[in-house]
């Protein structure tokens, strides 16, 4: 069974920097996408970034791009998001997510995913 688990989620200053993690377990080949996506209370999840485990392709929504950079610790079956010169507009629940996927071009509907994990707080004062 697939399980992720976020962390490194907390509160920061206007231009600061967040590095969020996700482990995952379970996921026993390369033919998955994990998606960094967040929430807003009373907003659509939307996507932040995608990363694709058969080649390393990335993705990234237009919030993210010059800021956000996925990276991952095979090792230890660890993704990484991480964040810089965060805005106020980047408060919200993180989700890291799974979905078996065959090609680079990970989804961008959220909906798609089947894995979750249970999100991290990210808070960003002005």
């Known amino acids: 069974q697939v399980q992720l688990v976020e962390s490194g989620g907390g509160s920061v200053q206007a231009g600061g920097s967040l590095r969020l993690s996700c482990r995952t377990s379970g996921i026993t080949h390369s033919n998955y996408c994990i998606g960094w996506l967040r929430q807003v209370p009373g907003k659509e999840r939307e996507g932040v970034a995608s990363?694709?485990?058969?080649?390393?392709?990335?993705n990234y929504e237009d919030s993210a791009k010059g800021r956000f950079t996925v990276s991952q610790d095979n090792a230890k079956n660890t993704l990484y998001l991480q964040m810089h010169n965060l805005e106020p507009e980047d408060t919200a629940l993180y989700y890291c997510a799974a979905r078996y996927w065959v090609t680079r071009q990970c989804p961008k509907d959220s909906s798609l995913y089947t894995n979750w994990g249970q999100g991290t707080q990210v808070t960003v004062s002005s």
């Open positions: 990363f694709w485990l058969g080649d390393g392709s990335t």
